[in-house]
Every structure is written in structure tokens, then in C-alpha cells.
């Protein structure tokens, strides 16, 4: 029996994958009946074409499995939208993938490229679903950190982490955590790296559209000799307020394409059906303009939460895109990062990230992120509250 027994065990992975900072505290936050800022949950407004064509989808019937890469109508309507937005030209019917989400197209495209023991670069402060991703995969995540308060890149350091077991290069721009927007010259610097050691370049561009005071979006499938080897992921679950709907896209050159798309279906079958008829709609009839004000809607936010941090002495690193704040807040009690996020929890009811969730072990304990996607009257209320402190 003991021999029996002794085999009823979690795989060797499992211990070093605990809870997401982020999840445990939404759920401490609802608990005490605070205010997320924790959670990226974008609680704004459902764009009304989009929501209405859902409705409609389900009424007509449209709730069974797709095509494994998305129903063509939404296929289409991304292949037009990033060729417009982004200049990335990519087949409907052999190049885009619908995914249950933008974690989930990362999943499989790892799942498809990368074998265990390979080394993957990830910039520090990073998504830290990119990291457990790479661990659950037992692919080795390896950090080049970016330099604060401006995040910037050092390409020496990005150099140095390329070794021969390296295979790709993940960007996460506007990022998560930090904000920050590659720029053009820094994109082309991560290319030239990517073709001189053929790496794949994995680019996670969900928060395209929050882009603050001029900065540009640059996509690196653009680049000369960069379409072949990059894999673009995004998704509408930012841009149309809809991160429960699990709509993602993912663009990648059609070598790899069809081997992404048969792991993405192994795990998730496809995305929801009448919401990728939602999702094609927002993309088909929102005219320019609301890309557009969706950026100064949320740069009045970031501004809104930034002079409140501010006021108080928690310093923020203003973003440059995405919709998320990292503040110093080491004036703030408590042994660490966790503790001081539970502590601004319970004295203000105002719910933020440890910053150590985005960095290496023993980095980031002076850190809290805070997220600004809310309506405004709960931002406010946030804001109210952040300030008795």
C-alpha cells in the first residue's frame, strides 16, 4: 500500500506555482468590500454594437463550436484592423487565430515553439503569467531588467542574456506592469538580436490602443525579416471592456500557425461563439474615433491617479500606455511588498499588487501597482480613499 500510496503526489512544478498576487488580492479586496485596483478587470462600458451582437448570436442560435481558428467573420475583421492600425499584413485563413483569450494564445504558442530546458528572455518588471506560463512548460525564464523610473532597456544586459539554449525573446508593450512603450529604436534593437541569433520574438500586445501623450505603437512583425519570426498576440478583452468574454487573437506566420492553432484546441477548443460575433462587430462598425478617445478617456484616468499617489507620497512611475500604475511606496508599513499591500488594504480599502509579483525574487518589495481601468466614480472613490491616508 505504501508503495501505492507514495505515488499519489503533485508533479515537481506544482510547489513553485502558487496563487496569482493579483487574484488573492480581488479576493481580499471583496472580502473586506473595498476597491479593486488589484485586478485589471476593465469594469467600463461594453461598446453597444458589441454587446448587442452577442445578445443577438446567442438568441439566433450561434452557441456551439467554432472552426478550431475563430468563425471567418472576426478572422477578417482582425486581418483588416492590423493592417490599418498596426501595418502587420496577415491571411485570414492561414495566418490569424482566435483565441479563448490572450493568456491562452500565449499558452499554445508556447507550447508549439519552445521545449523544456530552452531559454526564453522576459523583461523585468514582466506579466507574470508569461513567467508561470514558461514554468508550467519547463521552459527557463530569463530576466533582463528595465531600468526605473523610466523603464529603459540596456541593450548590453539584453546581449548578455542570450545563450546558446536561448530561443526567444517575449515583449509585453504598452507593458504590464510598468506602462512602458517600447520606441521604435528599441524595437529595432531587439530585431537585430532576434535575426542575429534566430530567435522567435513572442509580443504581447494587448493594451495597443492605451497609448498617452504621443507615444507610438510599434509592432515588431512589421520589421524587415520579423514577420516569419514573430508570433503577435493581442485581443479585445481591454479594448471593448470584455476581459470575461475570452476573445484573443494571435497572428503568426503560417509555418507555425496551424501547430499553435492545434494546441490551442487541445486545450481550449475555441473561443466563446457569440462572443466572437460581438467582438467582429466592435471591430467592423466602431469608427476610428473611438480608438482614439479610448486613449484620452484613460490618460485622464492615469492623470486622476497619479496626482492622487502623488499627494501622498507614493510616487508613481507615470505610464506611458496600458493601465497600470508601479508606485514607490516605501513609506508605507510593513516587512514587505505583501504586507504593505494588505496594509494599505485594510486602511484604506483601496486593494493594490505587490510589485514583487512582477520581479525576480528580492526585487520589487517597494512596489505596489495599482490598476486605473474603472469607472470613473469608483476611481474617485479610490482616489478619496488613498487620500486619508
Excluded at 488580492?25 to 461598446?47: F, H, Y
Excluded at 482582425?78 to 493568456?103: C, K, Q, W
Aim: glycine fraction near 8%.
Amino acid at each position: 500500500m505504501r508503495a501505492i500510496a507514495d505515488k499519489l503526489r503533485l508533479s515537481e512544478i506544482s510547489p513553485g506555482l502558487v496563487q496569482s498576487e493579483i487574484r488573492a488580492m480581488s479576493l481580499e479586496c471583496e472580502r473586506v468590500g473595498g476597491v479593486n485596483l488589484a485586478q485589471g478587470v476593465c469594469d467600463t462600458e461594453v461598446p453597444q454594437p458589441v454587446s448587442a451582437r452577442a445578445i443577438e448570436a446567442i438568441a439566433q442560435g450561434l452557441n456551439i463550436y467554432t472552426r478550431l481558428d475563430g468563425i471567418a467573420p472576426l478572422r477578417q475583421a482582425i486581418a483588416s484592423r492590423v493592417a490599418r492600425y498596426n501595418g502587420i499584413h496577415a491571411d485570414p485563413d492561414s495566418e490569424i487565430l482566435v483565441t479563448s483569450g490572450a493568456t491562452a494564445g500565449f499558452y499554445a504558442a508556447c507550447m508549439a515553439l519552445f521545449n523544456p530546458g530552452d531559454e526564453v528572455i522576459l523583461f523585468e518588471p514582466f506579466y507574470g503569467y508569461h513567467l508561470n506560463t514558461l514554468s508550467a512548460l519547463r521552459v527557463k525564464a530569463v530576466s533582463v531588467p528595465l531600468a526605473a523610473p523610466n523603464w529603459t532597456m540596456d541593450l548590453d544586459d539584453l546581449r548578455a542574456a542570450v545563450t546558446p539554449r536561448t530561443r526567444g525573446i517575449v515583449i509585453n508593450s504598452p507593458s504590464n506592469p510598468c506602462g512602458k512603450v517600447f520606441s521604435r529604436a528599441e524595437i529595432e534593437a531587439i530585431a537585430a538580436i532576434a535575426l542575429e541569433h534566430d530567435l522567435f520574438v513572442i509580443t504581447d500586445e494587448i493594451y495597443e490602443y492605451f497609448v498617452f501623450e504621443g507615444a507610438r505603437h510599434i509592432s515588431p512583425a512589421t520589421l524587415p525579416g520579423m514577420a516569419e519570426r514573430t508570433i503577435t498576440i493581442s485581443g479585445l478583452s481591454k479594448t471593448f471592456s470584455i476581459t470575461g468574454w475570452r476573445i484573443g487573437t494571435l497572428i503568426a506566420d503560417r509555418r507555425w500557425l496551424g501547430t499553435i492553432a492545434y494546441f490551442h484546441d487541445l486545450i481550449y477548443v475555441c473561443a466563446p461563439s457569440p462572443f466572437q460575433h460581438g467582438a467582429a462587430a466592435g471591430l467592423l462598425h466602431l469608427p476610428d474615433s473611438f480608438y482614439q478617445s479610448l486613449a484620452k478617456d484613460y490618460q485622464k484616468k492615469r492623470d486622476t491617479l497619479c496626482a492622487a499617489l502623488d499627494e501622498i507620497g507614493l510616487t508613481p512611475s507615470i505610464p506611458q500606455g496600458a493601465y497600470y500604475v508601479l508606485a514607490d511606496v516605501s513609506r508605507l508599513h510593513g516587512a514587505n511588498a505583501r504586507e504593505k499591500a494588505r496594509n494599505l488594504l485594510h486602511q484604506t480599502g483601496v486593494a493594490a499588487v505587490a510589485g514583487t509579483a512582477f520581479f525576480a525574487e528580492g526585487r520589487g518589495e517597494n512596489l505596489l501597482r495599482f490598476c486605473f481601468a474603472k469607472r470613473d466614480e469608483d476611481l474617485e472613490r479610490a482616489c478619496a480613499q488613498l487620500r486619508k491616508l
